[in-house]
T-cell receptor
C-alpha cells in the first residue's frame, strides 16, 4: 500500500492561495490520488480526485506530475472557513475500496 | 439528499458495558463503511458492507466488535464489553453502488465514544 507524507500543519491568511504537497513515492499504476477535508466535529468530506496532470473543480485544483510520486492540492483565495484538516489518500478508485488515512495537514487560516 | 446520519453523537459508558452505535447511510448507497479514530491516531478502516453482506472486515480489532446491516439499510456497530482503548470517534460512511463509481465516500459526523 502506498504511504503518503504531507506537512503536519500550515498557516495562511485570508485571500492567499494555499498549496499542500503530498508525497507518495510507492504509488501503484492503478492508484488514484484523492483529497478529503475534515472540519472539527465532522466526518471527512471528498474534495477532489485525480490520476495524472491537472484536475480542477469548484473547490480546488490538483496537480500531479508525470512521475505521480507527489501531488499538490491548491486552494485559491482561502477564507477562514477553509480552516480544516486535509488528507491526501492514495488507492483504488473503485467503489467499495477502504480509504487509508494518514495524519493529514492541519490548515489554519487567519484574518 | 439527506446525508449520512449517526446516533448517538456522544456516548459515555463504563468499562465492561455494552454500546450500540447506529448509522443510516444515504438512501440508495449499497456500500457502507465503518471507520474509527482512537486518541492520537489516524482514522482507521473497520469494515465494509455491500447491502447486507460483509465484504471486508479486516479492520475489526477483535471479537468484541459486532457489525450488522440487516435488510441492507441502516447498520449497527456493537461493542461488548467495552474497554478503555475503545474510546474514540466512530465514523460511518456510504458510497454509491459499483461499476464506474469513483469511490467518493460520504461520511457521517461520527459518534464520540468515551469508555471510563
Amino acid at each position: 500500500l502506498a504511504k503518503t507524507t504531507q506537512p503536519i500543519s500550515m498557516d495562511s491568511y485570508e485571500g492567499q492561495e494555499v498549496n499542500i504537497t503530498c508525497s507518495h513515492n510507492n504509488i501503484a499504476t492503478n492508484d488514484y490520488i484523492t483529497w478529503y477535508q475534515q472540519f472539527p466535529s465532522q466526518g471527512p468530506r471528498f474534495i477532489i480526485q485525480g490520476y495524472k496532470t491537472k484536475v480542477t473543480n469548484e473547490v480546488a485544483s490538483l496537480f500531479i506530475p508525470a512521475d505521480r510520486k507527489s501531488s499538490t492540492l491548491s486552494l485559491p483565495r482561502v477564507s477562514l472557513s477553509d480552516t480544516a484538516v486535509y488528507y491526501c489518500l492514495v488507492g483504488s478508485n473503485q467503489a467499495g475500496t477502504a480509504l487509508i488515512f494518514g495524519k493529514g495537514t492541519t490548515l489554519s487560516v487567519s484574518s | 439528499e439527506a446525508g449520512v446520519t449517526q446516533f448517538p453523537s456522544h456516548s459515555v459508558i463504563e468499562k465492561g458495558q455494552t454500546v450500540t452505535l447506529r448509522c443510516d447511510p444515504i438512501s440508495g448507497h449499497d456500500n457502507l463503511y465503518w471507520y474509527r479514530r482512537v486518541m492520537g491516531k489516524e482514522i482507521k478502516f473497520l469494515l465494509h458492507f455491500v447491502k447486507e453482506s460483509k465484504q471486508d472486515e479486516s479492520g475489526m480489532p477483535n471479537n468484541r466488535f459486532l457489525a450488522e446491516r440487516t435488510g441492507g439499510t441502516y447498520s449497527t456497530l456493537k461493542v461488548q464489553p467495552a474497554e478503555l482503548e475503545d474510546s474514540g470517534v466512530y465514523f460511518c460512511a456510504s458510497s454509491r453502488p459499483g461499476t464506474g463509481a469513483y469511490n467518493e465516500q460520504f461520511f457521517g459526523p461520527g459518534t464520540r465514544l468515551t469508555v471510563l
